[in-house]
Every structure is written in C-alpha cells, then in structure tokens.
C-alpha cells in the first residue's frame, strides 16, 4: 500500500480506538498500542517490518517532541525546591529495579552477563506513555513535575547501567580485564553531547524568537530546533528524549514566556504524531513472543515491579519527600518501550560479533525484552491514570 493510505488509515483507526477507550475511562494510549498490535507483525500485517523501517524517522520525531515538552515543564526553581527528591527517587527506582531483575535472573540462570544486561534494561522507563497520560488527564501537581523529570532524566541513568554492564557482560563472556574507562567513557560523552547540543540550540532559539513571534514562525523554528536535536542524536547514537528535553528546559528558563508561547502551539500540531508513533510502537510487538517469555520473563516483569515501586518509595523516605510521592509514584513508572527495546538491540548487535554463545544471548534478550514491552505497556497507562487520580492532581493542568 501507499505510505499515506498507510497513514491515513491508522490515524483513522487510532482516532477510533482512542475515542472508543475514552468513553470506557481506560488511557487512549492503551487503545493506540493495540490497535499497532492487530495491524502489525502480530495481526494482519499492514504494516510490515519493511514499512516500520521506512517510518521510523515518525519515531525519532516523536520522542524529539515529548523530549521538548517534558523539559520545557520545568522549572529551575521548581527543581530546586523538589531536587533532593527527584536525584533521591530516581537513583533508588532505577537501582532497585537493576538489582532486583539481575539478583533473580541470576538465580534462576547462574549467568552473570545475562543477569547484569537484564538489569540494565529494567532500570530503564519509557517517558512517552507516561506523559501522554499526564497531558491527556491534564495532570498538574506534584506527582506529575516529579514525574515528569524522572523519566526524562531516567534516560541518563539507564545509559550509565548499560555502559556498565556491557563492559562487565564482555569481560565475564571473553574472559578478559575490566577498565574504568571502558565503563564510564562512552555513556559520560553521549549524556554530556546530549546536554551541550541541547542547550546550545535553545540558546540560538531564544534569540531567534525574540525577532520572529508569529505563530507560524514560532510553530516552524521550534520545530526546526528539535529536529535538529533529535537528528544529531540519531546520527550519533545518543538518546532523543534527553537532547530534546535539555532544548525545552534552558528555554523554558531563560525565555519562559516564549516557551509557553512555543507549547501552546505544538500542543494542537503533536497529537498526529503520538498517535501514530504508539501505534508503530505496537506494530513492532511480537505476541507470538509471549509464550517464549517463560519464567524468566515472567519474574523479569515481577521483579521489574516490585524494584520501581520499592525504590521510588525508598527514594522518597530518604529524602523526606511529601507523602504523595512516596504513596503513589512507583505506580508510574512501569512502562517499557524505545529505550529498553533500542538497549536491547544495541546488545545483539554487540554480542553477535562474540561467537555462538554471544548471538544466542543477544537473541534471548531481544525477545524476551519485546515479549515484557507488550505486557508493560498495557498496564503501564492505567497504573498512570490511577496513581494521579489518587493523588488528586487530574485536571488542574485544565
């Protein structure tokens, strides 16, 4: 089929189902996943591995945006006042959820590669669900500003496990000396580009924007800008969302008038795009994955869990942060989708230079980290919704 008869049907299909899963009072992302679901890979196949390879750039865009918009919600003197808590609730959550899943994946395996690679992936926490959640219910609060940096920020921590247990994985696999530098060097310069590019480029759009206001220039630079971010991330293999978000946070502070100009703007032009990046989301999901998951799968999911909730709520003792966060936020953080699935591919490219046993490995992750993505991204909307209902902060973004 044509691409934009492609298009236009899922927009078509997601509008439907979001519509159909609002009335049932269940997140419209939820209905978007599914509907990818029964149109992709797992479905009828109308969208093939072929076109989801051609519209990934849909993919790139989208997190660019989410990227912007989570940073430019915060606020530096609302960072200062929760900032004990956040570097506190995000340390322990991705901790916590690191030792839990590789602890039992040991156990249950006795490799320490695997154990540690799984640990990795589950400290990871995909943004772009939950802040869709947040934007729809017109969250306010703060749940939703604590919730909001950490899993913008949650990228940087995740980056940083990785590039440790990679190293770690390799050295126990090929038998051979672990070095200081080896950890650290490449996830310290990928967060490092990432925030350099990103504050650079909110610096020349502050001064553009100071000189062209209209709506449509405002629409055409801010957008501009976060392609720009978002396709020097993509061409260097470093995170989107983080670049993205570090553009949208020195703006929002230096030119906070400006950055609500810019928001309100790309509020009406983003939801095309999130719609169809859940959607292609959903088609990459293999259900057929599922009963492969097996136990290890099943206690990734579990301990994944309990590790989030426990830590986010550690974090927050720790810290003395207000009741709220320590109740509710580690419902929030289940979800489980680009940059676990993007770490996981990253691994099977590494280990399949390594042999037979380093292939099989990178094989059992990819799967078994599609097969949890599928089950975590449908619970993870609803956890959101409820998490913020109870916290009473639906609709005071209205």
Known sequence: MDIFLILGILLFAGFGGGSLFR??????VVAYVLVGTIV???GFHVITE???DSLSPINTAALGFIGFMIGSELRFSTLRKLGKYITSILLCEALGAYILV????????????????????????????TVDVLWEYKAKGVLTTTLLAIVGLDDAVALILYGFSLAVAKASLLHTKLSFDIILKKPAI???????????????????LRFFRADNQVLILTIAAIFVAAGIARTHHFSPILTCMFVGLTLGNISPRVTGHAYRILENFTPPVYVLFFILVGSRLDVKLLPSMGVLGLLYVAARTVGKISGASLGATISGAPAVLRKYLGL??????GVAIGIAFSIYEEFSR?????QQLGLEIISLITATTFILQIIGPPFVKLAITKAG???KGA
């Open 102 to 129: 590789a602890l039992v994946s040991y156990v249950l395996t006795r490799e320490v590669f695997l154990a540690l690679l799984l640990g990795a992936l589950a400290s990871a926490t995909a943004p772009a669900a």
């Open 190 to 208: 990928e967060i490092g580009l990432a925030i350099a590019i990103g504050v650079i480029l909110a610096i020349l759009l502050s001064l553009l």
């Open 23 to 28: 009335k049932l009072r269940i997140p419209q």
């Open 40 to 42: 992709g890979i797992s």
């Open 50 to 52: 072929k076109t989801l």
């Open 332 to 337: 929030t953080l289940f979800s489980q989708a």
């Open 354 to 358: 390594l042999g037979a046993q380093g």
């Open 393 to 395: 902060e639906v609709g």
